[in-house]
């Protein structure tokens, strides 16, 4: 396939990092890609998708177009099936879609030592919660506590649960909580914490993961003490990477040639 069109999409998008990420890494690797951002909204992707022609070899989609994406693949792998939710677009004769957000939260926990939890407490219950729940899970977790503003929205969560042996729970963001090994918090950005809110969930949180990274510290990351705190951006940076590994591969867990050069270069392009 001789493509080499790329873009992230969203809505809004102007924020994204994704051109700069890519641009870094397609430079180390020496492919002559182009890769852009557009604003796309959930109503619009189909008829944009469609439009595309043969020069185009892949999409990024951050929100709202995770579960758009889901429908517009004809392929999935296993954390997209699992999630519903495609970060990742393989674009030719049949559309395959990844969700390479899983990956990430894997390998941004791991490089700060997290590689081993029992107890989770998660924050939202969006897409991201959905990866999330893949994500402890792969790493030994056992009891996973959603919190959200509307936890009706979580029941998919506690199915989710069950088909990973893993015991998932629901309830009010403001509801009494008990110790947890870590916290992810995938809470849309600009979403307002009550203060005395968030220095409970932090008084017994343990590590915080938080999937924001822009404006930063975070409300949770600015009241969570000297207990260990990890930006979204490592997430952003190991999701990134397992993309270009699907646009130049089509696999997420084959490694790119000299990948640590090529981490190294994004790293310095965040």
């Known amino acids: 396939m001789n493509a080499s069109r790329l873009a992230v999409w969203g809505d809004p998008i102007a924020h994204s990092k994704s051109p700069a990420l890519h641009a870094a890494a397609y430079d180390v690797l020496g492919l002559d890609w182009e890769y852009e951002r557009r604003q796309v909204s959930a109503a619009e992707f189909a008829g944009v998708l469609d439009s595309l022609d043969s020069s185009w070899r892949g999409l990024s989609l951050t929100m709202p177009l995770k579960e758009e994406a889901f ?45 081993d939890v029992r107890s989770v407490r998660i924050l939202g219950a969006g897409a991201t919660a959905a990866s ?103 997430m952003l940076l190991h999701q990134a990477v397992r993309q270009i590994r699907v646009f130049r591969h089509g696999d997420p867990v084959v490694e790119l040639p000299d990948e640590a050069r090529i981490l190294a270069a994004m790293r310095a392009a965040l």
Request: one cysteine or more; charged letters at 20%; glycine letters at 10%.
């Open 71 to 115: 429908r517009a693949a004809a392929a999935r792998d296993r954390h997209a099936a699992l999630t519903g939710a495609v970060n990742t677009l393989l674009l030719g004769p049949e559309i395959a879609g990844f969700n390479t957000d899983v990956g990430g939260i894997v390998d941004a926990l791991a490089e700060a030592d997290v590689t």
């Open 132 to 234: 999330a729940v893949v994500a402890v899970a792969e790493i030994g977790a056992r009891e996973v506590d959603v919190r959200a503003r509307r936890p009706q929205r979580a029941a998919g969560l506690v199915e989710l649960g069950g088909h990973l042996q893993v015991a998932v729970t629901c309830d009010a963001l403001s509801a009494p909580t008990t110790p947890v090994d870590l916290t992810i918090a995938t809470l849309p950005s600009g979403t307002e914490l009550d203060g005395d809110l968030a220095e409970r969930l932090a008084s017994d949180g343990g590590v915080l993961f938080d999937a924001a990274y822009a404006p930063w510290p975070s409300a949770l990351a600015s009241v969570w003490g000297d207990r260990p705190v990890i930006s979204g951006l490592g």
